[in-house]
């Protein structure tokens, strides 16, 4: 079985792993190719290119890149037209990935597609779900009353569970080897701050954060920042003004599931 994914963020990264796990133990022989992070990497997938040059969000910053963009998306459409998988898995990341999606089903509509991550048309845009009809098969859904929507249009749905629900739960001793190897204080009140995964996110969001936790009553705290290596140096400039001890996790130097790990035990940590 050959099978083409495409993953444009974290988040989707850590899901295309699980997924490349599991289908590996259902079907030994499936081989792998499309667009990933660092996590479906360590799984053996080789990504056609960078996957953070997809983190991407807004028109602010979608339209200096627009051409860039449109490169990529062709280069991806071009490179599952020629490879022919058995089917194309599209996870989350929408703009992208089921634009891909819509090309490819209308050059080749033999090349069967899923979208792993179901559209959240009960909370907004409805008509989503009837528009993604035209070019995917199946959909897979983390949440157990999303598969009737998807059907309803259409498409084939199963509900495969939200990652959350399989994590093996943090244990005392992860929390205090974090503590130990960032030097945190166990006495004292941490607080994990998640300002996002994507450029356009930090630059907006953190600010904001900053100004906050500039206030009298977070002056003791100890300050956790789970983040990414490649925006490292995004964040340490935007905390330089802050009068707290501040703690980034990146998982840099680790492996892509030791690294998503920590930064869970990060989580714990607070």
Known sequence: MK????????????????????????????????????????????????????????????????????????????????????????????????????????????????????????AWRAGRAKKMAGFIDHVLALLPFEPPYMEAEGMACDFVGHPVAAQAPITSKQIAKFQADYALDPARESLVILPGSRPSEIKRLLPVFCQVLSEPFFADFQLIFPTLPHLEPLLREALKGLPQETVLVTGSGLSAAAAAEERLVAYGAA
């Open 3 to 122: 099978l083409f994914l495409l993953a444009g963020e974290a988040s989707g990264d850590r899901l295309g792993a699980d997924l490349m796990r599991g289908l590996r133990h259902l079907t030994p022989d499936v081989t792998f190719r499309g667009i990933a992070g660092p996590e479906m990497q360590s799984e053996g997938l080789d990504s056609l290119f960078d996957m953070s040059e997809l983190s991407v969000m807004g028109l602010a910053e979608v339209l200096p890149k627009y051409f860039a963009l449109k490169r990529r998306l062709d280069q991806t459409v071009a490179e599952v037209l020629a490879w022919k998988p058995d089917i194309l898995i599209t996870i989350d990341s929408p703009d992208f990935s089921l634009r891909v999606a819509r090309a490819v089903r209308a050059a080749d509509p033999k090349i069967r597609t899923c979208h792993y991550v179901a559209p959240s048309v009960w």
